[in-house]
């Protein structure tokens, strides 16, 4: 698939295009995307799974141990489940969730979706958040997803992240380009 080697690159790249490929003969790309973003979620959650996939002192065999047992208490099976367990056997867990972010950027390369991550100071009502997505879709000229972060330090306004291109219309980033200048001044 020409058009996802232009998505994804890197070791990462490489698991979660393999990944993708065998999702799309089995027509399950969604499902797998689905149960890689539940186990990406319990390693987020657990600083515990956050040292088994990231330390190398444990062995493949324990890593793949883990994560079997891992996997069926949180009910992940089928292609997810076999693909993750591959990746512990190999020794890439370290790479584990930015395979799962490359996947997610396939699969919504296949549907036609953009993922935008948008920080603003505080939650925006319901309506504010659908304006903002209806703006950013128009701009994009496809349906887009929005990855919505809340994060005080900016003091207010809103930086937008779509793709390759970001919008940074913040209040700190103001003060602090106010502040480069009084010093250009003075």
Partial sequence: MAQGETIVSGVAG????????LAQESKSIDAVKSDLEAFDSLVAQSPDLQRLVRSPVFTAEEQTKAIGAILDKAGIKGLAANFLRLVATQRRLFAVRSMVDAYRKLADAAHGVVRAEVTVAEK???????????????????????DLKVDPAIIGGIVVKMGSRMVDSSLRTKLNGIKVAMKEVG
């Avoid at 490489?14 to 490929?21: E, H």
Wanted: aromatic share 6%; hydrophobic share 40%; proline share 3%.
């Fill in 124 to 146: 925006p009502s319901d309506s504010l958040a659908n304006e903002i997505k209806k703006a950013l879709s128009d701009v994009a000229g496809k349906n887009v997803t929005v």
């Fill in 14 to 21: 490489r698991y979660a295009q393999a990944l993708f490929d």
